[in-house]
């Protein structure tokens, strides 16, 4: 059983960083500071870092690995939450559907998607 869950968690790891790259680009595109540095190669010791600047000082940190999954988000070097395993993937769904649908007139003028100020609880 133990070998079977390794794996499934190794493939998770794995498209989870294919997630993230496309994300990136796809931010990247609409002229979004965002970055994903992946690291290994294949199943074997694969991760990735992935920082996105969703305005103002305001700043999420999605991170990968065969240790875990986690997410930060800061605001004027203040982190606001941290959240770990399937709550982090939530988020991170979460975030990437209001990054990539279409900025309202009115947001763009505001300074991009600083607005995606999150629902999420808080930080405990």
Known sequence: MFPRLAEQYRCLVHDLVLSLEALAGSLQKRGLAATCYS???G???SGA?????LGTNHMVR??????????VESRDGHELVKLEGADAIQELQRVAQVLQEPAPASAEAQGGVDSVAHSAKPQS
């Open 62 to 71: 999605f991170l990968v690995s065969d240790f875990g999954i986690s997410w």
């Open 49 to 53: 870092s992935f920082v996105a600047n």
């Open 39 to 41: 690291c290994g190669e």
């Open 43 to 45: 199943l074997e010791g």
